[in-house]
């Protein structure tokens, strides 16, 4: 069975400095990663993808995401926070399947920005 | 968001009533996906669809059931609300070889 776990529940940051959000995975082949973002009130937006080929990822809004098979972790990242990141972030593992794709998602981060 | 619309947006119901939500696609995707999401708990997988009534259950799928009699429309009933069923609930659908999701904007159920 797949599972993603967040361990950061919330994290606070000022603007301007540097996010990392941690993702860890659990999944018995290659997997296929994800973050999503929710802002207040809104639904989930795609921020970036990981299915093969190059480890380190880009994203939308000046997000990355690094893959590294060894630690089963997925985690993102952004040199300089905006005020509009505040948001909830959401890590997923998904599979394709015959029987129909699946998508597992971690607890999710709050992050905060101090101004 | 594009290609999927869910209704009602927000309801309140009181408990023991049924409750259908409706899922309605104009992408004629395959597959099509109920979650529910929850504080604490991301979201997690209600029921699923891969085809015309083809469903399969998710993790939380007690007190739910679905319905797909068209590729365009998945229906999500509680057949007697609870109160623990109040949260947030996502349609999404896949494409088949792609693994990428596409979600609604969402329902917000409040069963009082």
């Known amino acids: 069975a797949q599972s993603v776990t967040q361990p950061d529940i919330h994290i606070t940051v000022s603007e301007g400095a540097s996010l990392e959000l941690r993702c860890n995975y659990s999944?018995?082949?290659?997997?296929?990663l994800f973050w999503y973002v929710q802002s207040p009130g809104q639904g989930l937006q795609l921020l970036l993808k990981y299915f093969s080929g190059d480890t380190l990822v880009q994203g939308i809004k000046g997000f990355e995401a690094e893959f590294k098979r060894s630690q089963s972790s997925f985690n993102l990242r952004k040199p300089s926070v905006h005020w509009s990141d505040a948001a909830e972030y959401f890590c997923?593992?998904?599979?394709?399947?015959?029987?129909?794709?699946?998508?597992?998602f971690g607890g999710g981060t709050r992050v905060l920005v101090k101004p | 968001d594009a290609g999927i619309t869910q209704s009602p947006r927000h309801k309140v119901t009181e408990t023991g009533t049924p409750v259908t939500l409706r899922c309605h696609q104009t992408?004629?995707?395959?597959?099509m996906y109920w979650y529910r999401q929850d504080p604490g708990h991301g979201l997690r997988l209600i029921h699923y669809?891969?085809?015309?009534?083809?469903?399969d259950k998710g993790e939380v799928s007690d007190g739910y059931s679905v319905s797909r009699s068209k590729t365009e429309d998945f229906l999500l009933t509680l057949e007697s609300a609870t109160s623990s069923q109040t949260s947030v609930y996502f349609c999404?659908?896949?494409?088949?070889?792609?693994?990428?999701?596409?979600f609604g904007s969402g329902t917000r159920l409040t069963v009082v």
């Open positions: 992408e004629n995707h395959r597959y």
């Open positions: 999944y018995g082949a290659t997997p296929y």
């Open positions: 999404a659908i896949s494409v088949d070889r792609d693994g990428l999701f596409t």
């Open positions: 669809s891969y085809g015309v009534k083809d469903t």
């Open positions: 997923a593992v998904g599979s394709i399947k015959a029987a129909g794709n699946k998508l597992t």
